[in-house]
């Protein structure tokens, strides 16, 4: 697995974000093309918007849990379901998630063992 980045202390990061749903109402495809990779923009046409906003929050938590570099994006990471419905990090298994969504808004939870 290609290492993005070094954490500093003890390897470990929490990040989290809140999202308005309501900002993310009505973007463009180019904003999609940002935010989901390929797989995840077939799962988005099947699972709509809630996945877009929960997919967005997560992708935050795990920048903020990060040092702030320019070095990845978005789709540097790919988040889809266990068969429980369980998010996981296909690309990034030291990454840890929790999403949550609520009519107005969603919340996700990212936390990072890089030992
Ligand atoms: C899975 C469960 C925790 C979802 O909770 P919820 O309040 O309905 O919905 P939330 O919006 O908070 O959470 C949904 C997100 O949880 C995550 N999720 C789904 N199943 C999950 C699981 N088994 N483990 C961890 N996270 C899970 C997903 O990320 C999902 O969002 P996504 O589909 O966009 O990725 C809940 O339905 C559940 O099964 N709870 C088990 C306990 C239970 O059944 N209690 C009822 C007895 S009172």
Do not use: W
Not at 34 to 57: D, H, N, P, W
Not at 75 to 87: K, Q, R, T
């Amino acid at each position: 697995m290609k290492r993005l980045y070094n954490l500093f202390g003890d390897g470990m990061n929490i990040g989290c974000d809140i999202v308005e749903n309501e900002r993310l109402k009505n973007r463009d495809k180019r904003f999609i093309d940002l935010v989901l990779t390929e797989r995840e923009q077939k799962i988005y046409a099947e699972r709509g918007f809630s996945f877009l906003c929960g997919r967005f929050a997560a992708k935050e938590a795990i920048m903020k849990a990060l040092p702030h570099t320019k070095e990845y994006n978005f789709l540097d990471f790919e988040i889809l379901s266990n068969p429980d419905g369980s998010p996981y990090v296909t690309n990034h298994t030291e990454i840890k998630l929790s999403i949550s969504h609520e009519k107005n808004y969603t919340m996700a939870v990212a936390i990072i063992n890089n030992n």
